[in-house]
């Protein structure tokens, strides 16, 4: 097929994510997110810690939001909860990656929100079905501006936490983290072909919990920024 054939319908926008103090942008590509990734938040989860390997899931990039917009209330739910992460943006292509190496192929840092239908995530796992309608959810990958790691550093600790209306709801530090940044990678690289603009969601820590149009969601990551998200009316 040629590469100038006209299309039959308009081509969707390209998400790009800011970068702190840039006027370069990153063009998103993949969503990869880490599942129960702190111990507190695997127990709250009613499930059993396993530090044998990491398991992922995925989020389409047109579900991303900036930090600071506004969205309305999902569709198809009635526990629509917060997920307040540290999220890892590839800038070098890599396949099979040592995890002494790991850090060479990550550009910088963000704070993320993974933003979640957990009534219909919990339906989906008491049947042994995907998560993705509690998970793939339009405007539910939340992420700020990226922080390169030539500033931040590779932060393997520092405070992260969420909070509503003001309220502290999560609080733990990224040194509790299950499977680390670097074995992340390394592990998800011998699955995928990394590229440029993928992005990986950590994992969140304990104290996830519902919002409701109106509430204003804020959160931190020590070296990496801050976040924000308020949620709109549903539709």
């Given at each position: 097929?040629?590469?100038?054939a006209?299309?039959?319908f308009?081509?969707p926008?390209?998400?790009?994510?800011p970068?702190r103090?840039?006027?370069?942008?990153?063009?998103l590509?993949r969503?990869?997110?880490?599942?129960?990734n702190y111990?507190?938040?695997?127990?709250?989860m009613g499930?059993a810690?396993?530090?044998e390997?990491?398991?992922?899931?995925?989020?389409s990039?047109?579900?991303?939001?900036?930090?600071?917009?506004t969205?309305p209330?999902?569709?198809g739910?009635?526990?629509?909860h917060?997920?307040?992460?540290?999220?890892?943006v590839?800038?070098r292509?890599?396949?099979?990656v040592?995890?002494?190496?790991?850090?060479?192929?990550i550009?910088g840092?963000?704070?993320?929100l993974?933003?979640?239908r957990r009534?219909?995530?919990?339906?989906?796992?008491?049947?042994r079905?995907?998560?993705d309608?509690?998970?793939?959810?339009?405007?539910?990958a939340?992420?700020?501006?990226?922080?390169?790691?030539?500033e931040?550093?590779h932060?393997a600790?520092g405070h992260?936490?969420?909070r509503?209306?003001?309220?502290?709801k999560?609080?733990?530090d990224?040194?509790?983290?299950?499977?680390?940044v670097?074995?992340?990678?390394a592990?998800?690289?011998t699955?995928y072909h990394?590229?440029?603009?993928?992005?990986?969601f950590t994992?969140?820590?304990?104290?996830?919990?519902p919002?409701?149009?109106?509430d204003?969601?804020?959160?931190?990551?020590?070296?990496?920024?801050?976040?924000g998200?308020?949620?709109g009316?549903?539709?």
């Amino acid at each position: 097929m040629s590469d100038n054939a006209p299309y039959l319908f308009p081509a969707p926008p390209q998400p790009l994510l800011p970068v702190r103090g840039r006027r370069e942008v990153v063009p998103l590509n993949r969503i990869f997110c880490v599942g129960r990734n702190y111990e507190a938040h695997a127990k709250e989860m009613g499930v059993a810690v396993d530090r044998e390997a990491p398991f992922y899931f995925t989020k389409s990039p047109r579900h991303y939001v900036p930090s600071g917009a506004t969205v309305p209330y999902p569709p198809g739910t009635a526990n629509y909860h917060y997920e307040m992460e540290l999220v890892v943006v590839i800038g070098r292509a890599g396949f099979r990656v040592p995890a002494d190496r790991a850090v060479e192929y990550i550009f910088g840092y963000a704070c993320g929100l993974d933003m979640t239908r957990r009534d219909l995530q919990f339906a989906a796992r008491e049947q042994r079905r995907p998560w993705d309608l509690g998970k793939d959810v339009e405007q539910s990958a939340v992420i700020a501006d990226i922080v390169p790691a030539s500033e931040s550093g590779h932060p393997a600790s520092g405070h992260i936490e969420l909070r509503v209306n003001g309220q502290t709801k999560q609080q733990s530090d990224l040194s509790l983290l299950i499977h680390s940044v670097p074995e992340i990678v390394a592990h998800l690289s011998t699955f995928y072909h990394l590229e440029p603009g993928d992005v990986i969601f950590t994992g969140t820590p304990e104290g996830v919990g519902p919002v409701l149009p109106g509430d204003l969601v804020q959160g931190s990551v020590a070296r990496v920024g801050d976040i924000g998200l308020t949620i709109g009316p549903a539709e």
